[in-house]
Nanobody, 125 residues
Framework: QVQLVESGGGSVQAGGSLRLSCAAS????????MGWFRQAPGKDREGIAA????????IYADSVKGRFTVSRDNVNNTVYLQMDSLKPEDTAMYYC??????????????????WGQGAQVTVSS
């Protein structure tokens, strides 16, 4: 069993930065591929970033490419999402997720077995 807990959400003005953390407890974090998803009110869940077990592969959605950076620390069982140049359209609930299968299309939610509770990010103009 793996449990994921997000932290670091909050409110920021457009152009600002936030860093989300996702701390994992339980067995097997190093064997999990990790993803970040977000969902805004009235919109579908959107996959925005994914990272392989050793950080050798990273994939970003076009909507965040060049602005967001995903990383992980396998010693401390934590995955991060650094968010820079934030825009109002980035406002959403952000979720981290873990799964056992790496895919060239990593933004399908059913690839992931473990989910955090979510962290709210609000970007004002």
């Amino acid at each position: 069993q793996v449990q994921l807990v997000e932290s670091g959400g909050g409110s920021v003005q457009a152009g600002g930065s936030l860093r989300l953390s996702c701390a994992a407890s339980g067995y097997g974090f190093r064997n999990l591929y990790m993803g970040w998803f977000r969902q805004a009110p009235g919109k579908d869940r959107e996959g925005i970033a994914a990272i392989s077990t050793t950080s050798s592969s990273k994939i970003y959605a076009d909507s965040v490419k060049g602005r967001f950076t995903v990383s992980r620390d396998n010693v401390n069982n934590t995955v991060y999402l650094q968010m820079d140049s934030l825009k109002p359209e980035d406002t959403a609930m952000y979720y981290c997720a873990g799964g056992s299968t790496w895919s060239s299309q990593p933004f399908r939610p059913n690839l992931y077995s473990y989910w955090g509770q979510g962290a709210q990010v609000t970007v004002s103009s």
